[in-house]
């Protein structure tokens, strides 16, 4: 049977009909149709959420003039930092000022097509998705964009909703700010690690220097800190830090940013990580939480937020010479103190991994102080210690470095003072480059310096150190002054009077207890002699406690409490005993410098002060102090009074108990007086060059002994030389001309008035002495130091023939 023929050549069994094919273009089609619909409905589904999301996205505006949340910056007149407060340490840099090397290395590692996409990379996305799906090492697709709209605006949670507000508000971001913008915002906003915000502060906390200076490889290592700050921090995580900076390197030269060479110089460059504090700022803790307190009560809250400059009084180069002194005195003191054994013990196992583990456990309890540094006790006996630092250096202690321990090192040391294996010690370096051990005293210290024409602060350290102990001595410790309370009683003798020439009799006094009200009062000299008549001139040089008391006596205490007031002191502080005399009232050292700049300043009472302007971050000035010339402040005593004290302290820093600092500093303009009160407790010396005035103060929290031996003489003078050592170097010498109403006769100053005088009447005293009190014999009974020959002057008033 044939078979036949097909009418259209194109129809056949084996290639299908026209209607098989039909049926496949209208499967298309409707395939099609299903994917235009769900287009539709996408878009109409995202129209729907711009509609209903996009008015409830954050308003923007604000971040055309972005200004983060800033701390409150101290600084000194200078421009040193001093001290910095707030959550977030952030130095709010504009693009212009970040360098290109920093740039480029964020671009590489977090969106390094940013200035090419939209804000959403769909080629970066699809690349992550390729790359993830490989199940090679994830990528992310955030643009620094979409970064910018999470970490400024929205919160950390992950949801679709967030998501999509995200996306959004990325949208928004690149209609209304510029690419230079948001990536300004970015590299200022974003959290580093150890209270870091931005790249600025981050270069400072990890390499302490400014941004401008950092190089390829610490660029890098900047650079990978955003994706995870705690995991890739330099300091906490340095082997990881070091395998993501690497990363990052290659990245770079991978998009162009850096050539071959560069990247191979940064693969090899050996970082150096600030680890702790930086041992080159200024220490001026104090003063910085002074200014705190201060801005604080002015501005509230905002104080931490709103980016606030503070440029105080204070010197950088004083200050740091202060706070320096201020630790070589304490520890100085500390060499003479019994050892009181190591801080803490711990047990120190044999294996490497573990005894690595309780040596940082440690440190991290006992930190270094300064230079008094932590060590961990590896072998000791009598002839070398060997212990180790944080840093895993070996330290070996021989020879005079042992001295201060050397009980800790006897066989028959106390358990817990004897040095051995485990023990935790402290330990300073020595000018020869040897070891010593010591221990953190228990002694407390405070000193500070002002310009007495003025007022302002020049150096205030307020302890030995701020971590340790945060009370503030210099202005909230009320200690008894000793001698160096004297001349203010001298001072108001000489409106009564008395001048440097009269003779008074250092001679034994006693007073029973029907006149003191109590017990029996018998006040002796430091040095426990008596010599007899001398001048006042000589018997403030050598401190000789009856010259005051007897000087007190004549002129009346009451007197003497409302005369002291004219230097700032408070009256109900003052008693009204005869103790007065001998410091027995309570002062701080604020107030001891101040009432010494009415000396130093020709007789004016000037106000402290430390902060001088503010400005906001963008330098802005929001205050300025206004400071009154000297002679628009009150009056507190004569010029001839200021002048003739002058001439009576300069005497004591020439032939006296100080005459250490004439000696050292070598220039005559040097005046102060030295204070040691009753059983040593209180050591001071206040003094002044005309152009600076300053205060130390060495003593215990809890009154108690410094030692039979120590005195202001040889405790605190010695501070105060060496501040004075480098504040006055260049300065010229300056010494007061007389004033009127002042003359000199056979090589002694008188009030014009008195100097012809001859007689007690003419000076309106008597042989009873006013009416003073006598406190219990438990005040202050001043100090003094060995004496120190002294003319005695002609044309004598003797007064006190008893």
Avoid: C
Wanted: charged share 25%; glycine share 8%.
């Amino acid at each position: 049977m044939a078979r036949s023929t097909p009418k259209n050549p194109q129809e056949s069994p084996r290639t299908g009909s026209p209607a098989r094919t039909h049926w496949a273009v209208r499967v298309l089609l409707w395939l099609a149709g299903l994917a235009l619909a769900g287009l539709l409905s996408v878009l109409m589904l995202v129209a729907v959420a711009l509609a209903v999301a996009y008015p409830n996205l954050p308003d923007i505006t604000d971040l055309s003039d972005y200004q983060p949340k800033l701390p409150l910056r101290v600084y000194s007149a200078d421009g040193a930092l001093l001290g910095e407060f707030g959550e977030e340490r952030r130095n709010l840099t504009p693009i212009k000022d970040i360098p290109k090397i920093m740039k480029d290395a964020v671009l590489a590692v977090e969106d390094a097509r940013f200035y090419q996409h939209g804000g959403v990379d769909y080629i970066g996305m699809f690349r992550a998705g390729l790359a993830n799906l490989g199940r090679v090492k994830s990528q992310g697709a955030s643009t620094i964009t979409m970064q910018v709209a999470r970490n400024v605006y929205l919160s950390s949670e992950k949801t679709f909703t967030r998501k999509i507000y995200e996306i959004l508000l990325t949208f928004k971001l690149e209609h209304m700010l510029s690419k230079d913008q948001i990536l300004e915002i970015y590299m200022n906003q974003i959290f580093l690690g150890n209270r870091a915000y931005g790249f600025s502060a981050a270069a400072d906390t990890y390499f302490g220097k400014p941004l401008k200076d950092i190089t390829v490889a610490e660029a890098a290592m900047l650079a990978g800190l955003p994706k995870a700050p705690s995991a890739y921090n330099p300091i906490s995580n340095p082997k990881r830090a070091r395998i993501r900076q690497q990363y990052i390197i290659d990245r770079m030269e991978e998009n162009g940013f850096i050539t071959k060479a560069q990247a191979d110089d940064a693969r090899n460059e050996a970082l150096r990580i600030k680890f702790g504090p930086d041992s080159s700022r200024i220490h001026a803790e104090y003063v910085a939480e002074t200014v705190r307190q201060l801005v604080l009560t002015q501005y509230g809250a905002e104080a931490y937020t709103r980016g606030l400059n503070v440029y105080t009084s204070i010197n950088a180069a004083d200050q740091d010479t202060a706070y320096r002194a201020l630790r070589k005195g304490i520890m100085d003191y500390e060499r003479r103190q019994v050892y009181r054994g190591p801080e803490r013990f711990i047990n120190l196992p044999g294996n490497p991994k573990e005894l690595d583990e309780a040596i940082d456990d440690a440190f991290s309890d006992h930190p270094d102080n300064g230079d008094v540094m932590a060590a961990v006790v590896l072998d000791a006996n009598p002839k070398k210690i060997t212990a180790v630092r944080p840093n895993g250096d070996s330290v070996e202690i021989t020879g005079d470095g042992l001295k201060p321990a050397q009980s800790g090192l006897s066989d028959k040391a106390p358990p817990n003072i004897r040095l051995r294996r485990g023990a935790v010690i402290r330990v300073v370096k020595t000018p020869k480059d040897t070891w010593e051990i010591t221990q953190l005293p228990e002694v407390e210290g405070a000193f500070v310096a002002v310009d007495p024409r003025s007022g302002a602060i020049k150096a205030l350290v307020g302890g030995f150190d701020f971590d340790k102990n945060k009370f503030n001595h210099v202005t909230q410790a009320w200690r008894q002054p000793g001698s160096s309370f004297k001349p203010f009683i001298y001072s108001a003798a000489l409106e009564k009077g008395f001048g440097p020439a009269t003779v008074v009799n250092d001679a034994p006094l006693f007073f029973d207890a029907g006149t003191t009200g109590g017990q029996p009062w018998e006040p002796k000299n430091y040095d426990g002699t008596f010599e007899g008549p001398m001048t006042l001139r000589r018997g403030l040089a050598k401190s000789k406690n009856m010259i005051s008391i007897r000087v007190l006596q004549s002129i009346g205490a009451r007197y003497a409490q409302d005369w002291i007031t004219h230097f700032g002191f408070e009256a109900e502080k003052h008693p009204p005993y005869l103790t007065m005399a001998l410091g027995a009232g309570s002062v701080t050292p604020m107030q001891m410098v101040m009432a010494y700049s009415v000396f130093a300043n020709g007789g004016y009472r000037v106000n402290p002060w430390v902060i001088d302007h503010i400005t906001d971050q963008k330098g802005k000035l929001l205050v300025q102090s206004k400071t009154p010339a000297l002679d628009e402040n009150p009056r507190a005593i004569s010029p001839r009074n200021a002048f003739m004290m002058d001439s009576l302290l300069q005497e004591v820093a020439r032939s006296g108990t100080a005459a250490k600092a004439q000696a050292t500093l070598k220039r005559p303009d040097i005046y102060g007086k030295t204070g040691t009160t009753n059983d040593s407790m209180d050591a001071w010396f206040a003094g002044f060059q005309p152009t600076l005035a300053a205060v130390t103060w060495i003593g215990y929290d809890t009154p108690r002994k410094l030692g039979d031996r120590e005195t202001g003489g040889g405790l605190s003078l010695p501070v105060w030389i060496t501040f004075m050592e480098r504040a006055l170097k260049g300065v010229p010498v300056s010494e007061p001309s007389a004033p009127e109403g002042v003359v000199n006769v056979g090589g002694e100053w008188y009030f014009e008035e008195f100097a012809r005088g001859n007689s007690v009447s003419s000076l309106g005293l008597d042989d009873k002495g006013g009416s003073a009190g006598v406190a219990p014999p438990a005040a202050a009974t001043g100090g003094a130091h060995p004496p120190a020959p002294a003319d005695e002057r002609s044309r004598i008033l003797d007064l006190f023939r008893n």
